[in-house]
């Protein structure tokens, strides 16, 4: 399964590492250079709930971020996932 937020859409981003060599200057060397950067995905931070809807009278299994748990916290979970489009 993808590793999408419902609510929010948030997904997996690609960045970089930065390999970095020599002593810094501080120690006593001629300072740090980086020499490549190396391509690392970024995942969300994704959680599977099930959230119970009081006005549906129901239970309702969603793949989340913490950010969403969050917001639905907030604001409702009733409100939230209608406004997402997943009600």
């Given at each position: ?25 501080k ?10 950067t ?25 793949k ?24």
């Amino acid at each position: 399964m993808a590793k999408v937020c419902s609510i929010r859409g948030s997904k997996v981003r690609v960045g970089r590492k930065i390999h970095r060599s020599g002593l810094a200057k501080k120690k006593g060397g001629i300072g740090r250079h980086v020499t490549k950067t190396v391509k690392r995905t970024v995942s969300p931070n994704l959680q599977t709930k099930r959230i119970f809807v009081p006005e549906l009278d129901r239970y309702i299994r969603v793949k989340l971020t913490a950010k969403a748990i969050k917001t639905i916290n907030k604001n409702g979970a009733y409100a939230t996932l209608k406004k997402a489009g997943l009600i």
